[in-house]
């Protein structure tokens, strides 16, 4: 059973063009993150949602806005894509102090 | 600001041989502590934790690390390395608004 589930596995796309990237957490879990790691290896937080209200948000562009339909989902959209939105994203949920992590999403921007 | 510190971005050790990851934090409260091993091309796995108590952790994989406050250290050590260890190691520092700061990782290379 798979704990943090994220779709797709892997984004080719445009500059410009618009895509979403979806997590689905089974755990029952309270709060979901997106993180974004870079081609360093560097793991930064996006977002953080707890029972679908937004707690976390870095300084993370507004052309990135995350939405949570239920307690169990916390999507990504991202407009305009560029250059250097290339990365992996992970999502993430966590309980108490451990946060479970998703496959990530390989992003690659055109 | 709370932070992490990996020294090392890259290690190297001999199958068999000790590993020893390092990670420094800086907190203004106690923390709770985290080490992640990240394989390629996936996502991070929990290793162990320190939360309270017991300042010596064990972790999964043979894994354990130390809270030394006075160091203000948590470093990751494996008495006997395998090459299914060769991975990607963060060290993580949770702060009380939930959030977890990670540091740059350590690449682990097991050399036959």
């Known amino acids: 059973d798979t704990a943090v589930s994220q779709t797709p596995k892997y984004l080719v796309t445009q500059m410009g063009n618009d895509k979403s990237i979806k997590c689905e957490q089974n755990?029952?879990?309270?709060?979901m993150y997106w993180y974004k790691q870079d081609s360093k290896k560097f793991l930064k937080i996006m977002f953080s949602y707890n029972n679908k209200e937004l707690i976390i948000n870095e300084t993370v562009p507004n052309r990135f806005s995350p939405k949570s339909p239920d307690k169990a989902h916390l999507n990504l959209h991202i407009n305009s894509l560029e250059l250097g939105d290339s990365a992996v994203y992970f999502c993430a949920s966590s309980a108490t102090h451990e946060q479970f992590f998703g496959p990530g999403t390989r992003l690659t921007v055109l | 600001a709370q932070s992490v510190t990996q020294l090392g971005s890259h290690v190297s050790v001999s199958e068999g041989a000790l590993v020893l990851l390092r990670c420094n934090y800086s907190s203004s409260v106690p923390p709770y502590l985290f080490w992640y091993v990240q394989y390629p091309n996936q996502g991070l796995q929990l290793l162990l934790k320190y939360t309270t108590g017991a300042t010596l952790v064990k972790g999964i994989n043979g894994f354990e690390a130390e809270f030394k406050k006075s160091e203000t250290s948590f470093h990751l050590t494996k008495p006997s390395a395998h090459m299914s260890d060769a991975a990607e190691y963060f060290c993580a520092v949770r702060n009380r608004d939930d959030k977890i700061i990670f540091g740059k990782g350590t690449r682990l290379h097991i050399l036959p």
């Open positions: 755990l029952g879990h309270d709060t």
